[in-house]
């Protein structure tokens, strides 16, 4: 069996081996909370968030592209969802408008980094101001309630509690965890992912359209983004103008922990998945064990480190 | 245009420049059904120049190309792409981080309905073609294995394998065995003759005569933007073209003048051309 094939699977059971040495130390150190259900419904209900992001932004990677600009772009476009739907009372518009507008802006990065050859990098760092400044803007540093959405069945379907306590939103991040392994594994617009990012020269040769993949990349980026920014809002009916800040570092610290290198060309979803737990669960498991907030930060790093670090030895291996 | 039917491509009068300095000057360049060329040059001969223009990459300042005969108009690289002209590029057009059979569909693979792989077909037609053209029977290469993992040999052999499975009528080798261990090279001089096995054409680009004499049916020389020799090889011993081909190369150099080697209108004036720079 090809070495890559193993390669991708000791990667992953590396992160799952983490995210269970994290967890049973947290039960340890803090048993009372761990053991209980309701820490773990309350990961179900704020993990989503970035973890959507995280599943889109993979794709991204692989190609071998980077995207800094998305949590502005859901911000942005929590903004067009809480707008549109106090101008027109309707939920499935407000949804639509937003999701467009996400896809747009997405668009938009794609196509300046294909059109103008800019490196995604830097041009999504000026997409990211853009988009966080334009809300300012528009919105006047105001938030806005998001109560009335209760009246809507929609506002159950993405963020009730099933059974009064199970997070809708998680099976939301499950679907479309689905739906992006599915395209990227066994779609050949997937399989044209992995080449763009392994090498682009290779892939047009080969009449793989490198520029058509990166632009969906971003487009998809942007519509992602949106519908967390959906979901964020919704679940404390309210709309932040700062919605998005703080998802940026992680998100992308829940990829590369997932195992999908910087360079591109290879990634799992699967991966991802894990990583974007693990980033979720550490802040809560830190506090409950005792320590305070400052340790976070260190925490993160340590474990950020250690675990892109045990993905390289293993890639190296190969 | 009767008169080019009894090759598969040729190539007349082709004339190429970049900015002010001329690439190619007048190249008349064949390959025939079944037949192996080897095309041999130093740097900046125009070998590339030439390919590229036969690839659809470039569009020559002067000159037609017929293919089957039949003139080519609009030329483009999908349109070569189409008639059956494939290029094992140097860097080989591989996926290195993927395994075999990804690589072998890399761009055409085979879908089901909504665009989704056929993974079962993929990998089983892989396992066919790389017993049927590379002849791997090795229990260390599977079609699963990782490409980055093979050697360069192997990586020819699987570039090569793809371009006949999509049935290339003509497949241009750009300097295959460069870098490769002697028995690398024998490994992909195995590939080529799979080739002419398989009843296919291929240009076997390269600076190595070693190399290509003993899988070439004709020897054509490019010397600055020319093709200042072509030989069938049945009527030049190795020995002997390497002879020529030291002397082209060391004519030119030594005069640092061009036009010390004349552009030849037919093979007849090249043999005389490098006769006269014998000893």
């Known amino acids: 069996m090809a070495r890559l094939r193993t390669a991708e699977h000791r990667s992953q059971i590396s992160v799952l081996l983490v995210l269970f040495v994290i967890i049973a130390l947290f039960m340890i150190g803090s048993p009372k909370t761990f053991l209980s259900s309701d820490i773990y419904a309350a990961f179900m209900s704020t993990i989503p968030f970035s973890m959507i992001m995280a599943l889109s932004l993979t794709l991204i990677v692989i190609s071998g592209e980077m995207d800094l600009s998305f949590p502005s772009i859901m911000g942005f476009c929590g903004y067009v969802f809480t707008h549109v739907f106090h101008a027109t009372g309707s939920f499935p518009l407000a949804l639509l408008s937003c999701i467009l507008v996400g896809l747009g802006a997405g668009f938009l990065n794609g196509l300046l980094i294909v059109k103008l050859r800019l490196p995604s990098l830097v041009l999504t760092i000026g997409t990211q101001f ?16 998001l109560v009335p959405t209760k009246a809507s069945t929609l506002y159950y379907l993405f963020v009730g509690r099933i059974g009064g306590r199970f997070p809708a939103q998680i099976l939301w991040a499950i679907l479309i965890g689905f739906i992006i392994w599915l395209v990227l594994n066994r779609h050949r617009f997937g399989a044209h992912i992995y080449f763009t990012g392994d090498n682009p020269a ?33 679940e404390v009916l309210y709309f932040w103008p700062t919605l998005g800040q703080g998802y940026l570092l992680k998100t992308i610290a829940a990829v590369f922990l997932g195992g999908t290198p910087v360079e591109g060309g290879v990634g799992t979803v699967f991966g991802t998945f894990i990583g974007a737990i693990i980033i979720g669960i550490l802040e809560a498991g830190i506090i409950a064990m005792g320590m305070t907030g400052f340790w976070t930060q260190l925490v993160y790093g340590l474990i950020i480190v250690v675990s892109i670090a045990i993905h390289s030895a293993l890639r190296r291996r190969t | 245009m009767a008169e080019h039917n009894d090759v598969l491509v040729r190539m007349v009068n082709i004339w190429k420049s970049f900015g002010h300095v001329e690439v190619l000057r007048g190249v008349n360049f064949h390959v025939g059904y079944n037949e192996i060329v080897g095309l041999l040059g130093d740097n900046g001969a125009g070998k590339s120049t030439l390919i590229k223009i036969l690839t659809g990459v470039h569009h020559p300042d002067r000159g037609e190309i017929y293919w089957k005969g039949e003139k080519l108009i609009g030329y483009s690289v ?9 290029t094992v590029f140097q860097e080989r057009a591989l996926s290195e981080q993927h395994t075999i059979w990804r690589n072998i569909f890399m761009g055409r693979e085979i879908t089901t309905s909504w665009g989704f792989i056929d993974v079962k077909k993929e990998r089983e037609e892989t396992e066919r073609i790389m017993r049927q053209y590379m002849g791997f029977t090795s229990a260390a290469l599977s079609v699963d294995s990782m490409v980055g993992t093979m050697s360069g040999g192997e990586k020819q052999g699987v570039a090569i394998a793809r371009a006949l499975h999509f049935q290339a ?6 300097e295959p ?28 680009i390269t600076h190595n005569i070693y190399h290509v004499y003993p899988v070439a049916d004709r020897i054509v020389i490019l010397d600055r933007g020319s093709i200042v020799g072509e030989f069938e090889k049945t009527a030049i011993s190795l020995e002997k073209l390497v002879e ?4 082209v190369a060391r004519t030119g150099r030594l005069e640092n003048n061009s036009q010390e080697v004349s552009v030849p209108k037919d093979q007849e004036k090249s043999e005389r051309d490098l006769q006269s720079f014998m000893p």
């Open chain 1, 130 to 145: 853009f988009w966080y400044g334009v809300t300012q803007v528009l919105s006047g540093g105001l938030g806005k309630t």
């Open chain 1, 202 to 234: 290779s892939a047009r040769v080969m009449g793989v359209n490198v520029d058509r993949v990166k632009m969906i990349v971003f487009t998809q980026m942007g519509g992602f983004a949106a519908f967390a920014g959906v979901l964020a809002s919704l």
């Open chain 2, 78 to 86: 999908a349109r070569a792409r189409d008639l059956g002209i494939e």
């Open chain 2, 169 to 174: 009528d003509l497949i241009i080798l750009d």
């Open chain 2, 177 to 204: 065995t460069t870098g490769l261990s002697l028995s690398e090279t024998q490994k992909v001089l195995g590939f080529v003759e799979e080739i002419k096995k398989n009843g296919k054409s291929a240009i076997f």
């Open chain 2, 244 to 247: 020529k081909l030291y002397l």
